[in-house]
C-alpha cells in the first residue's frame, strides 16, 4: 500500500506562492496517476490537480494558470506549485491517487491559508 505524507502548507498574504510537497512509499508510485485536493471549511473535498504517470496535467478552471502540478519518480514525491493565492484557495490539500484508490487512506493534509 502506498503511503503518503503532505508538506509545505502556511500561511500566505493574496497574491503569494507556496510549494506543496507530497511524498509516496512504495515502488509503484512511478506507474500511479496522482493528484492534488483540497477541501474549504464547510464544503467537500475537490480535485484540484493531477498528473499522469507520463506526465500530462489537468487543472481544475480556478487554478489553471496559477498553480502547477509536477512529478519526481526518483524521490518518489508530487509537488503542487502554488501562484498568485487568493482568499478562496484557502483550505486544507490532500494528495492521492488519481482516480481515488479504494480504501482512499487519506493523510493528514497540510494546511493552505491565504490571508491579509
Known amino acids: 500500500q502506498v503511503q503518503l505524507v503532505e508538506s509545505g502548507g502556511g500561511l500566505v498574504q493574496p497574491g503569494g506562492s507556496l510549494r506543496l510537497s507530497c511524498a509516496a512509499s512504495?515502488?509503484?508510485?512511478?506507474?500511479?496517476?496522482m493528484a492534488w485536493y483540497r477541501q474549504a471549511p464547510g464544503k467537500g473535498r475537490e480535485l484540484v490537480a493531477r498528473i499522469g504517470s507520463s506526465g500530462w496535467t489537468n487543472y481544475v478552471d480556478s487554478v489553471t494558470g496559477r498553480f502547477t502540478i509536477s512529478r519526481d519518480n526518483v524521490k518518489r514525491t508530487v509537488y503542487l506549485q502554488m501562484n498568485s493565492l487568493k482568499p478562496e484557495d484557502t483550505a486544507v490539500y490532500y494528495c492521492?491517487?488519481?482516480?481515488?484508490?479504494?480504501?482512499?487512506?487519506w493523510g493528514q493534509g497540510t494546511q493552505v491559508t491565504v490571508s491579509s
Open positions: 512504495g515502488s509503484i508510485f512511478s506507474i500511479l496517476g
Open positions: 492521492n491517487t488519481d482516480p481515488v484508490r479504494t480504501p482512499p487512506d
